[in-house]
């Protein structure tokens, strides 16, 4: 069970868009910045978000984040085959004292 | 380019010790604000954070984990480690190394390709 809820799949056809939610408290994203990584199989997590919205560079602006409250989102927008794999949001939890991470969302371009 | 490498046996027995090394380079631990952190996987699961630590020794771990485990630094080769102690079949993951953007709490912006780590007899 972890910290952070995020959905377990979602999905999409090439060029739609699709939004990943990831559900926390305020111990942990209500009063922390979230990150969110991308991960296809095999490979190491990637950076794609930090500080809620940012990007890093070299990170394409279909990728976005945003939070409010206890709760942030990822959206990506024309998407593409290339973004399959699984997406993760990640935080400092103030009551943990640890860094916490959701359990993955799988997206699929259908 | 930053780089980081995991390295250590990819089999360990139970109640044994897991230990292992991530090298970086292209870059200087001790540079800059950094923390360094360890991140693992079990098969077919999500991502655990272990925990992270600076260059000038202070450290966090998971408190799940926090009796077992020791992290460290050496500056001088320019690498940081990671020892579980009384390692089970639960601690059987792809482990990660990666460096936090500033602060333990801040996203991982560099990883290292993963070491997959059994623990088995």
């Known amino acids: 069970q972890s910290v952070l809820t995020q959905p377990p799949s979602v999905s999409a056809a090439p060029g739609q868009k699709v939004t990943i939610s990831c559900s926390g408290s305020?111990?942990?994203?209500?009063?922390?910045?979230v990150s969110w990584y991308q991960q296809v199989p095999g490979t190491a997590p990637k950076l794609l978000i930090y500080?809620?919205?940012k990007r890093p560079s070299g990170i394409p602006d279909r990728f976005s984040g945003s939070q409010s409250g206890t709760s942030a989102t990822l959206g990506i927008t024309g998407l593409q085959t290339g973004d399959e794999a699984y997406y993760y949001c990640?935080?400092?939890?103030?009551?943990?004292?640890?860094?916490?991470f959701g359990g993955g969302t799988r997206l699929t371009v259908l | 380019q930053l780089q980081l490498q995991e390295s250590g046996p990819g089999l360990v027995k139970p109640s044994e010790t897991l230990s292992l090394t991530c090298n970086v380079s292209?870059?200087?631990?001790?540079?800059?604000?950094?923390?360094w952190g360890w991140v693992r996987q079990p098969p077919g699961k999500g991502l655990e954070w272990i925990g992270s630590?600076?260059?000038?020794?202070?450290?966090y771990h998971n408190p799940s984990l926090t009796s077992r485990i020791s992290i460290s630094v050496d500056t001088s080769k320019n690498q940081f480690s990671l020892i579980l102690r009384s390692a089970t079949a639960a601690d059987t993951a792809v482990y990660y190394c990666?460096?936090?953007?500033?602060?333990?709490?801040?996203?991982?912006?560099?990883w290292g390709q993963g070491t997959r780590v059994t623990v088995s007899s």
């Open positions: 990666g460096r936090h953007r500033g602060d333990y709490g801040d996203g991982l912006d560099y």
């Open positions: 292209g870059g200087s631990i001790s540079s800059g604000s950094y923390y």
């Open positions: 630590l600076y260059h000038d020794g202070a450290t």
């Open positions: 305020s111990s942990n994203i209500g009063n922390n910045d």
């Open positions: 500080d809620n919205t």
């Open positions: 990640g935080t400092w939890d103030t009551s943990l004292t640890a860094v916490v």
